[in-house]
């Protein structure tokens, strides 16, 4: 590692016994310490440490093993034929759509699984087939995922009204009453559509499954991603009865990659219309035939209609293993290791400070494990409350091969509310869309913070592993950012600047939590445009707090 001046930082031995008694229940998932050195034991021979569970999930050797063993074993043919190689296939096919429902106890009466190449190909059969129409209404948190906003762009095209609702900065969760009034304004028997990760793949916040009855009572449609909760959180669908739920298994279990899968309520499914139909998907197509109304073919009835082409079927007995593998585990285990680890990384990261008291890091989201999974965004400041680039960072962790991962995560949503953006530079950015570069871009936002890092423990993880990542951050006590970071961002979050906002009115704000004045309701000054009136480098840091406090609309 370059320039790095390591704190003293417990030894290993000392740490892990700390950490055991501080959280006792590690004990019960020493089965995957053992699983570690058996089924993972490239990672500690190639010296790797992993942290990047939400990016995707790590094999285990026995899952290659079987699923290589089935392909050496037998002949396979592209299923749904009557030759004898297909019917092979078609059998491992449906054993595995079964199996996936099984495994999260999703009742064949009730749920259909629908196999995709992954979460954002499940999300898109339902953002294209979904009737939105105007009068309809996509209802969406903050911190969904790009796959989950880009379905906007369908309800955009047909009229239907798009809201986003609100985090409230520093956890990074939902104001309840904020989203009650919203879901209120569901109509029954029009189509609303509501979308919100089980858990966000940056602030690891975990939203309350509570809210799927309550939605789907006031007639919304309720689509729960949960590409980021699966890998190591129980879902129970005899329990939760979300509509649809995207899921990428690569996420859960390493391998395969390229399928994923829509698991989708038979209820809710009859309502999708699909824009077009392709090889699979139809019983019968006629060219003579058609003509612009949509006459010409019949569509498949069931799951068969919306998989387009040939699937990956040599793949897909692979995601029966690694769910059965899953299960052989058990996903409470898997779950209370990263609660443990997560729980102890929390705590080092915010424990951390330099020798004059200010902190290191300073995290985007919950800080505790309550409500909240195993991936964590964070960034490094310097004594001052200069952030260190999220870039660079991830550059010094590659040097000391540890897998981090660095900047907006495909989540703009929660990139803007932590750290700070302001709706109308945005907006700027986007009025000449095909010119603007991603310098042109950073110019726009004046260069201020543009991402974190995140790391993310799973199934494989082990205290070694956030160990070497403690020691790591260790390096940044008093650590310096760059002069030219430093005039850029000095006054940092971290460092409370104190000054008034005056509104028309003559109301006094200093708390920098509200957009609309609370004695005339007018908008308050930005904070942007105080502060740059008293101190430019101030205004770099703090503009983001005028964070939206009513619905933003788009
Ligand atoms: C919460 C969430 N949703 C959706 C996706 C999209 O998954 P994929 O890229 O596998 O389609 C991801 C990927 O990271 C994710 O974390």
Redesign the pocket.
């Known amino acids: 590692m370059t320039h790095s001046k390591a704190a003293p930082h417990a030894s290993m031995e000392m740490a892990l016994a700390a950490f055991r008694q501080k959280f006792p229940t590690f004990e019960m998932t020493q089965r995957l310490d053992h699983l570690r050195a058996t089924e993972y034991a490239r990672l500690d021979e190639r010296q790797q440490v992993y942290l990047d569970y ?2 995707g999930g790590q094999y285990a050797d026995c899952q290659l093993r079987e699923h290589l063993e089935l392909l050496r074993g037998n002949v396979f043919g592209n299923p749904h034929s009557t030759n004898p190689t297909s019917q092979a296939m078609t059998a491992l096919v449906e054993r595995a759509r079964s199996y996936v429902l099984d495994f999260f106890k999703a009742s064949p009466d009730e749920y259909e699984a629908i196999f995709t ?7 898109k059969l339902v953002g294209e087939s979904y009737p939105f129409g105007s009068g309809g209404q996509y209802l969406l948190t903050f911190d ?5 906003n880009g379905i906007r762009e369908f309800a955009h095209a047909e009229g239907a009204s798009v809201t986003y609702v609100p985090l409230e900065p520093p956890d990074l969760r939902v104001n309840e009453a904020h989203l009650q009034r919203l879901l209120a304004q569901g109509r029954t028997g029009r189509p609303n559509l509501f979308a919100y ?1 089980a ?3 940056v602030s690891g916040v975990q939203h309350p499954p509570t809210w799927i009855a309550q939605a789907q009572q006031q007639g919304w449609d309720v689509l729960v ?5 699966a890998p190591s959180n129980r879902l129970d669908l005899s329990v939760w009865h979300p509509d649809f739920v ?1 899921l ?1 298994f ?2 859960m279990f390493g391998y395969p990659t390229g399928i ?1 899968c829509l698991l989708a309520r038979k209820s809710a499914l009859a309502k999708l219309r699909r824009p077009w139909f392709s090889g699979g998907t139809i019983t019968l197509s006629s060219v003579l035939a058609a003509d612009t109304t949509g006459v010409g073919f019949y569509r498949t009835p069931g799951v068969a209609g919306f998989e387009d082409g040939t699937i990956n079927y040599l793949m897909l007995p692979a995601v029966e293993i690694g769910l059965r593998y899953l299960a052989s585990i058990g996903m409470e285990m898997i779950h209370e290791r990263v609660r443990c680890l997560t729980g102890w990384l929390l705590e080092q990261l915010l424990a951390l400070r330099h020798s004059n008291g200010q902190p290191v890091v300073r995290i985007y989201g919950p800080i505790t494990t309550q409500g909240r999974g195993g991936t964590i965004a964070f960034n490094f400041y310097d004594p001052v409350g200069a952030v260190l680039d999220c870039y660079a960072m991830q550059e010094e962790a590659n040097q000391c091969s540890l897998s981090v991962r660095s900047g907006c ?3 703009p949503g929660v990139r803007e509310v932590a750290l700070g953006f302001v709706r109308e530079e945005l907006a700027a950015c986007f009025r000449n869309k095909e010119r603007m570069t991603y310098e042109q871009f950073l110019h726009v936002i004046d260069n201020q913070t543009q991402g974190a890092l995140r790391v993310s423990v799973g199934l494989a993880s082990n205290f070694a592993d956030v160990y070497r990542l403690m020691q790591f951050a260790s390096s940044f006590v008093d650590r310096w950012a760059p002069p030219s970071d430093r005039e850029e961002t000095s006054l940092a979050p971290l460092v409370e600047p104190s000054f008034t906002r005056v509104c028309a009115c003559g109301y006094q704000d200093n708390r920098l939590d509200k957009n609309f004045c609370p004695s005339c309701g007018r908008p308050l000054p930005t904070v942007q445009s105080t502060l740059s009136e008293m101190q430019p480098a101030a205004s770099q840091a703090r503009k983001g707090q005028e964070q939206m406090e009513g619905v933003a609309r788009v």
């Open positions: 939400t990016g190449p992954n979460a954002t190909g499940a999300l969904n995922h790009n796959s989950v990760p858990q966000s793949n991603d949960c590409a980021a909760f995207p990428s690569y996420k994923g995560f495909c989540n």
